[in-house]
């Protein structure tokens, strides 16, 4: 069950866990949250997609059970259609795919609901914005990415800031979130938010300092 608070309107802080320790996963899920963490991002990465590998359904599984907000799974990874019902059962809430990996978009979006899960599409920085304009019907989040996806503590890429304001004038009044991913910190938060954005992930930017400094750090990505 996604808690309310966690789909209420209003700009969501989502940290990535790939900054986390993974030898404590579930301890720093807990202290994210703990930290006033709106959701919780976990960046899945196969080695083929993207040049990195992390983790999959297991870890998944492992941590849902220190997740109270919502489980945000970014699936950087082709094919993802056979891995979808995986990370369902796993616990994920949230499943996004990627528009370059995914042949057949609409079915992949349709399967991740008919899963039981919100559905997501995630565009890199070369992808045109028109790559969702027909799937607008299946999605809950758009995501854009302000780095090439693979590894955390890039620099943020401002040429994404005109395709979050196109994207968020097609949204208008539908009921889809615009998600950012990469380089977020408290100099470029405010440029997403500005452009549209009100869900932002951050891995390195929240993650920096240890335990003692999540609660500052999430603080420092808000709007003011
Ligand atoms: C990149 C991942 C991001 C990454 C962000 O491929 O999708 O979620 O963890 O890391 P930072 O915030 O350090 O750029
Ligand atoms: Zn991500």
């Known amino acids: 069950m996604i808690p309310p608070a966690a789909l209420a309107p209003g700009v969501k802080i989502a940290p990535s866990i790939l ?16 930290a006033g963490a709106d959701w919780v991002h976990v960046d899945v990465m ?6 990195n590998l992390t983790f999959g359904p297991l870890v998944v599984r492992a941590i849902r059970p220190f997740v109270r907000t919502l489980m945000d799974v970014h699936l950087m990874i082709a094919p993802a259609d056979p891995y979808l019902a995986a990370f369902a059962e ?12 995914s042949p057949h978009l ?23 914005p028109e790559a969702v304009e027909y799937v607008l019907d299946r999605v809950d989040l758009i995501l854009v990415m302000t780095v ?9 890429l401002a040429s994404q800031l005109p395709k ?20 977020v910190a408290p100099k470029t938060a405010p440029l997403c938010v500005e452009a549209g954005a009100d ?13 003692a400094a ?11």
């Open 19 to 34: 900054s986390a320790d993974f030898a404590r996963l579930g301890e720093e899920v807990r202290a994210i949250e703990d």
């Open 199 to 211: 869900v932002l992930v951050a891995g390195s930017a929240v993650f920096a300092g240890g335990p």
């Open 90 to 101: 796993a616990g994920a809430d949230l499943i996004t795919v990627h528009a370059e990996a």
């Open 46 to 51: 196969d080695g083929h997609f993207v040049p």
């Open 214 to 224: 999540y609660a500052g750090n999430i603080a420092a990505l808000r709007p003011a």
């Open 148 to 156: 090439n996806p693979g590894f955390g503590g890039q620099s943020f």
């Open 106 to 128: 609409d079915r992949s979006l349709a399967a991740i609901r008919d899963l039981g899960c919100l559905a997501g599409v995630s565009l890199t920085p070369s992808t045109p």
């Open 164 to 183: 979050l304001r196109k994207l968020r004038g097609w949204i208008g009044d539908r009921p889809i979130r615009l998600q950012v991913d990469g380089g």
